[in-house]
């Protein structure tokens, strides 16, 4: 998983036949990144606040102990990060005039967009959480590399929005890849909700735990390896370049929390770590789940597909990363199997909603029901044409039978008032929808597994003020009270809003279907 | 004359559900709006069926004719809507 470039053990000028000869960096990295001192004007509480740092009252002297797996000095950081950049902008250029973009299937472009809109602000996040780890992190070898993941991370926010950019002539809809954290459109908040709550408003070692082990180590793969590969097999090079690109920093920087984590551990701190772990786990299955679920087994085509969605949480989370939880002597979370068995359905409930709610969307979704898809999905989810089919069945019927507007949203959805996204499951023979309620301090909050409501219940005053869209809708904040108020709040201006990403053409094959039958 | 938001989850549809219906409402007519919003949309009707409402989890159904009002249902509740017997 982890990529080591094959220069990295070398420094850069040694390789220079005139430079003169340099110690090799493992004779002075320990000694030039030992940069903890005994402060003089402040005391050590004063300089390292607990709140900042979230050491537990762990002391300093227990953080020295801290040993970061993967090291890199400046030099060496700068110049393969140069290489790096330098892939994969020539990437880019060279395909600047092929037509990938405009001959790709419509379903890869959703992928796109949905993309960069969901990924490219959260970077900047990330470079803040780095921040904080790079003043309050405990111990040097952590602060050393979060300074280097603090310039990983604004690099990837800069490449996220510089690769989109281009396409904002041609398709209005790219402009979301900057504009979708400003704005109040729903997954939008729901994203906002959980990067301030794992990278944002956290102390240094709970970022080190939340979004560099959990986060990082456990989720990033999805998006960054899954897309990678498909958008390989799909022709896109340039995607397939550049998230690869960032995945190799994100495979570095992503080690800054084990040894944290190690240290805990080793002072009685296991059972604050282990909340924070599962805690963090809980809420990047939920932005996984609705971003890189539908993206593999609805949007990407049928051809290109490498791996189901579940086939890849099976080898990554299951697989590797259950290993790596138990490696450091943490337990598995309290609810992993059910949220294994999610793997089975929760994203399709989630596609469901993201296409009948489609206006409500920067990217127009693929369906990814024609006749083909379904036999596909039946067969990596047996049963699937029983449930999420019978409801899919009513859909298109109503298209077929030239009822689009049945196809509407009329109402809203209820959100989770820990995900902020749709609460739903199985529909059809499988039906097992349910609200997991909870009355507290008299206002009654709505969750979407039993998962969502124990994070809530791990601190109440942290999330008990958020108010959900449809919270803000009950509360009159939305004008006029109905779908076309709903978008214009959500920033959703005409030419932004989602629709079928195929203009509804795979519905023929349903309509000669329908024929030859009769 | 009040408005009522509930929250319908209905059955064999796959998402909770804003139903905005009012105090004055009898049992099947909140059912009737709910109805509005899943059947024929992503639930296959039931002709012969009625669908009654009761709270999520509950065993037994809220009388037909009950007013919103009469209930202890209080708002942005779960309900279930179920197909039945009629
Ligand atoms: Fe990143
Ligand atoms: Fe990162």
């Known amino acids: ?518 | 004359m009040a408005l009522f938001p509930v929250i319908s989850n209905f059955q064999h549809d796959f998402v909770l559900l804003l139903v905005p219906v009012d105090t004055e409402n009898t049992m099947d007519e909140v059912a009737a709006t709910a109805a509005h919003h899943s059947v024929g949309t992503r639930v296959a009707p039931q002709p012969d069926k009625v669908i009654r409402v009761r709270r999520q989890g509950a065993a037994e159904f809220f009388p037909r004719n009950a007013r919103l009002a009469e209930t202890d249902i209080r708002p942005m509740e779960t309900l279930e809507f179920i197909f039945c017997d009629a």
């Open chain 1, 1 to 518: 998983m982890v990529e080591i470039h094959p220069g990295i053990r070398e420094n850069p000028n040694a390789t220079k036949g005139n430079a003169m000869a340099l110690l090799d960096r493992s004779e002075w990295y320990d000694i030039a990144r030992a940069t903890n001192w005994t402060p003089k004007f402040v005391t050590d509480a004063e300089l390292f606040p607990d709140v900042m740092t979230g050491a537990h009252g762990v002391p300093a002297e227990k953080w020295e102990v801290y040993d970061e797996p993967y090291k890199t000095s400046f030099p060496e950081y700068v110049s393969i990060q140069r290489e790096k950049d330098a892939g994969a902008y020539s990437v880019k250029a060279a395909l600047q005039r092929s037509r990938i973009f405009e001959d790709a299937d419509p379903g890869w472009r959703s992928i796109l967009k949905s993309h960069y809109g969901a990924i490219a602000l959260g970077e900047y996040a990330a470079m803040s959480a780095e921040a904080r780890m790079t003043r309050f992190g405990r111990a040097p070898g952590m602060r050393n590399m979060a300074t280097f993941g603090m310039m990983d991370e604004n690099r990837h926010a800069q490449l996220q929005l510089f690769f989109p950019h281009e396409y904002c002539p041609k398709d209005r809809q790219f402009d979301w890849a900057h504009k979708a954290y400003h704005s109040n459109e729903w997954a939008g908040i729901a994203a906002r909700h959980t990067f301030d709550d794992l990278f944002m408003a956290r102390s240094a070692t709970e970022i080190a735990v939340m979004l560099t082990f959990a986060f990082e180590t456990g989720f990033t793969n999805m998006q960054f390896l899954g897309l990678a590969a498909d958008a390989a097999e799909t022709g896109d090079y340039t995607f397939s370049s550049l998230i690869s690109s960032i995945q190799t920093d994100e495979s570095r920087h992503a080690q800054i929390g084990g040894p944290a984590l190690q240290v805990m551990i080793a002072n009685g701190k296991k059972a604050e770590a282990q909340k924070l772990v599962d805690i963090a786990i809980a809420r990047a299955w939920r932005i996984f789940g609705v971003l890189t679920g539908p993206a593999m087994d609805y949007n990407t085509p049928l051809e290109h597909r490498k791996q189901s969605f579940k086939e890849f949480m099976q080898e990554w989370i299951v697989g590797q990363f259950e290993r790596a939880l138990i490696d450091l002597g943490l337990d598995l979370p309290w609810y992993w199997e059910k949220m294994i068995n999610e793997f089975d359905y929760q994203h399709h409930a989630y596609q469901m909603g993201l296409w009948f709610w489609r206006p409500t969307l920067w990217w127009n979704p693929a369906a990814g029901v024609t006749p083909d898809c379904r036999d596909w999905l039946e067969e990596k989810y047996p049963g699937w044409n029983d449930t999420f089919g019978k409801a899919w069945d009513v859909i298109i019927d109503n298209l077929v039978k030239g009822r689009p507007e049945r196809t509407a949203p009329e109402t809203l959805p209820i959100v989770c008032n820990m995900s902020q996204l749709p609460i739903c499951a199985i529909p059809g023979n499988g039906w097992n929808v349910k609200d997991y309620p909870l009355d507290y301090e008299g206002r009654l909050y709505h969750f979407n597994s039993e998962i969502d409501r124990w994070v809530f219940e791990q601190e109440p005053t942290r999330y008990r003020d958020h108010m959900s869209l449809v919270d803000r809708f009950l509360a009159g904040q939305i004008q006029p009270p109905d779908l076309m108020g709903a978008l214009a709040y959500m920033g959703l201006a005409p030419g932004e809003m989602g629709d079928d990403a195929h203009g509804y053409a795979w519905v023929d094959a349903y309509r000669q279907m329908r024929r030859a039958a009769e």
